[in-house]
């Protein structure tokens, strides 16, 4: 028996990893039904996060599909308290985690706003942007991370892509992570995807005459079309979803920041202005 999860992040997450579990087994959706002894349709709710499996489904969906090992083990656990509206992931394989939540959280919005305080926002960095931030991950990952990163601003391009708002401190702006020239490119392609028909980018001053929601922090904010928003909040070594009442208050600082903001002409000049800064710095 499965029981209703209401999309919470953890079921969403989960059911994106048995997908990506099923894929790479090389099965269908009904494939896996009739190997499993459901519907094809309880299949398509597990992968969608609307139904959540019990540990024990999830323990013989994985073994079907030949998963076994930490991934086993960490999969099954998942499947405990996903029902729950909230969601905090540490460690190194909640990091994990929790990109494969944010990926499938960028596939299915119809709407997200990053609100950024200190560095560019991930769908708008460049390679050598990312590669920077990136310094101290393991060479023979750091390649692969780059590219994973990357490949992402390809949701933004795509048919049926989000509507995407970057709201940047200004003071992220004038970072210098990987170098003035790496941080130059980095704006430009700010520019660039600012003239998206599906990118808004706005800046917020630095110098700020009164306190604002983004004095407190970065956060995303996931609106879905058949679902309730989500938040991401995001810190050095773990990671937190929020799915509860406390969104509103999310949504509400958005409103805020949108006021408080530069609005696009004014936020791409600053934009410019930096970077002509930045050349001459370089010079």
């Known amino acids: 028996m499965v029981g209703k999860s209401e999309h919470t992040p953890k079921a969403r997450a989960l059911g994106a990893e048995l997908r990506e579990c099923r894929r790479d087994a090389g099965l269908t959706q009904q494939e896996l039904a009739d190997q499993i002894g459901v519907s094809h349709v309880s299949v398509s709710r597990y992968e969608s996060g609307t139904r959540l499996p019990k540990p024990e489904d999830v323990a013989q969906i994985l073994a079907t599909l030949g998963v076994n090992g930490e991934r086993y083990a960490e999969l099954v656990d998942m499947a405990r308290g996903a029902e729950h509206p909230n969601w905090l992931e540490t460690g190194k394989s909640g990091l994990r985690r929790e990109l494969t939540t944010i990926i499938e959280f960028e596939r299915t919005a119809t709407n997200i706003v990053e ?12 390679a050598d942007f990312a590669r920077a931030m990136m310094g101290e991950v393991p060479g023979p990952d750091l390649e692969a991370r780059v590219a994973m990163r990357v490949g992402r601003r390809d949701v933004l391009s795509r048919p049926g892509a989000p509507e995407f708002t970057a709201i940047i401190s200004e003071v992220a702006l004038w970072q210098r992570i990987g170098g003035a020239s790496v941080m130059a490119d980095q704006l430009r392609q700010l520019l660039k995807m600012g003239g998206f028909p599906n990118v808004t980018i706005l800046v917020l001053p630095a110098v700020a005459e009164r306190w ?15 679902s309730q928003p989500i938040v991401h909040l995001e810190h050095f070594a773990s990671g937190a979803f929020l799915y509860s009442k406390e969104v509103s208050a999310y949504q509400s600082a958005v409103a805020t920041l949108r006021e408080v903001a530069m609005d696009s002409e004014r936020s791409a000049e600053l934009i410019a202005d930096v970077i002509e800064e930045l050349q001459g710095s370089n010079t």
């Open 115 to 126: 609100v950024a305080t200190a560095i560019v926002p991930g769908l708008l960095q460049t």
């Open 212 to 226: 604002h929601p983004a004095h407190a922090g970065s956060f995303i904010l996931y609106e879905f079309p058949k």
